[in-house]
């Protein structure tokens, strides 16, 4: 596949996704939103893709979107800013969360608007020293969106997310860390390196077990205690069918590494 805006590559049951805008910092236009889409629709249809990692190219992760798009830009007529958001930004996100393995993104540089959101979005966030969060929205009048007003409060509760989103200030990566918004900060050299060995131990994984741990841990925010006992019982019954728990216990009694396939 041919892509314009962004960069996607499958290798070793790693598929790669980079916005790839360094000019423009990464931000998003409607092409590069088709372009995602695209690349997210062939990683679900190959069976060889055990986990995602998704990052930016040159000197920043994301800023969000581009404002100078014709579909958002202000002008004689109004904007309708919740079709953008309808049409893109929320499928974007709900698609990173349902997908059946762990998504890892590599915060290379700023994160901002949208940009944060999508990273937080993600399953487990590195980000590189220098890297930084922004919610840039306040800036021009609007409401964090790309699932910000749901993330960051059940991240790092509401006071702290309040203050972030009304004030726009710059987070850096070691106080995102600090404060639980994100998984690790490593020194800038070591980014790339320390995402792709975690995505290394992703694809020889459990796959479906982890899927199932993804599933359980989004469910928790809404389920009550017995409900989420329930569906822990209920994933429980499917995974001690699956031939990665059989793999588990047999290289476990063996004292050998497992060789799990994701079934």
């Not at 040159?58 to 309708?80: I, Y």
């Not at 893109?88 to 990173?96: G, S």
Request: charge should be negative; include cysteine.
């Amino acid at each position: 596949m041919h892509f314009d805006s962004i960069q996607y590559e499958v290798k070793s049951g790693i598929a790669i996704l980079t916005l790839n805008r360094p000019d423009k910092l990464n931000s998003f236009t409607q092409a590069m939103h088709l372009e995602v889409r695209t690349a997210l629709d062939a990683l679900q249809a190959d069976p060889t893709v055990r986990v995602l990692l998704l990052t930016g190219a040159g000197r920043g992760f994301c800023a969000g979107q581009d404002l100078s798009d014709r579909a958002v830009a202000p002008g004689a007529k109004p904007v309708d800013l919740g079709d953008s958001v309808e049409q893109f930004y929320a499928p974007l996100v709900m698609t990173l969360r349902s997908l059946p393995m762990p998504v890892i993104c590599a915060v290379n540089g700023v994160a901002a608007g949208a940009g944060a959101n999508l990273a937080l979005a993600c399953d487990i966030v590195i980000a590189a020293q220098s890297a930084s969060f922004i919610e840039a929205f306040c800036r021009l009048g609007l409401i964090p969106d790309t699932g910000g007003t749901w993330h960051l409060p059940r991240l790092i509760g509401l006071a702290r997310a309040t203050g972030l989103a009304m004030l726009g200030e710059k987070l850096s990566a070691e106080k995102a860390e600090q404060w639980g918004l994100i998984w690790r900060c490593v020194p800038d050299a070591d980014l790339m390196t320390e995402a792709m060995a975690m995505a290394t131990h992703f694809a020889t994984a459990p796959t479906k077990g982890l899927a199932f741990t993804k599933k359980a841990l989004q469910a928790s925010y809404a389920n009550t205690l017995p409900d989420q006992l329930a569906l822990e019982g209920a994933l429980m019954r499917e995974l001690g069918n699956s031939a990665d728990y059989r793999e588990g216990v047999a290289a476990f009694l063996a004292k050998r590494p497992a060789n799990f396939t994701g079934a």
